[in-house]
């Protein structure tokens, strides 16, 4: 079945580095990708999304490119903050739900 | 306040007990979601609806698991016989639309504590 695979955390960067979070998917047919994250205390919330190849979706710096060739949606970012610590999802659309990978907490030391 | 709401926020209770948890969608939203999540995991999906219709379950969930969503609008979701296997953090969820590219909004869950 459908599937996503995140690089394992934590990953724990200093501020105003450079971020790169790895994110693979298996799929049937052509999915729209999703980053979520989720900051302490807090529910999910959607960060950016692509609905089809190519596109590259982008938030608060955050940037992610739908590639299909090599079935990828990384994460990245040019100079994190402190503020950025949190845990990211990556996510694709099967039918009529969502399908997680298994996060990947990130820590940003000031 | 107009997101996704559930309640409890925690729910401790003893192996073999029923438990229900409620999720209140964003009014407008017609699709709603439950998703379990244990620590270290990502969300995995258990359920969602169409208005009222539940148009799919995981077959990974349990005959002990049930939800319903009457009138298409708020929804609740039943653990019968608990085991401490379902300790775990419950998600809900709901969106606008028939296709996810619309934005899914999480209330903050239901962390239930089986002992």
């Known amino acids: 079945g459908d599937s996503v695979t995140q690089m394992e955390g934590p990953v724990t960067l200093s501020e105003e580095a450079f971020l790169t979070i790895n994110c693979t998917y298996t799929?049937?047919?052509?999915?729209?990708l999703f980053w979520y994250v989720q900051y302490p205390g807090e529910g999910l919330q959607l960060l950016l999304k692509?609905?089809?190849?190519?596109d590259k979706g982008s938030n608060k710096g955050f940037e992610a490119t739908y590639r299909k060739e090599t079935t990828s949606f990384h994460l990245e970012k040019g100079s994190v903050q402190v503020s950025d610590s949190a845990v990211y999802f990556c996510?694709?659309?099967?039918?009529?739900?969502?399908?997680f990978g298994q996060g990947t907490e990130l820590s940003v030391k000031p | 306040d107009t997101g996704v709401s559930q309640n409890p926020r925690h729910k401790i209770t003893k192996r073999g007990q029923n438990v229900t948890f409620r999720c209140d969608p964003i009014?407008?939203?017609?699709?709603l979601y439950w998703y379990r999540q244990t620590l270290g995991q990502g969300p995995e999906f258990l359920t969602y609806?169409?208005?009222?219709?539940?148009?799919?379950k995981s077959r990974l969930l349990s005959d002990r698991f049930s939800a319903e969503r009457p009138k298409g609008s708020f929804s609740t979701l039943e653990i019968q016989r608990t085991e401490q296997g379902d300790s775990a953090m419950y998600l809900c969820?709901?969106?606008?639309?028939?296709?996810?590219?619309?934005?899914?909004?999480f209330g903050q869950g239901t962390r239930l504590t089986v002992v």
């Open positions: 996510a694709l659309t099967q039918g009529g739900k969502l399908i």
């Open positions: 969820a709901s969106s606008l639309g028939g296709r996810l590219n619309t934005e899914a909004f």
């Open positions: 609806f169409q208005n009222e219709a539940q148009l799919e």
């Open positions: 692509a609905t089809k190849a190519d």
């Open positions: 799929a049937t047919g052509y999915p729209s």
């Open positions: 009014s407008e939203h017609n699709r």
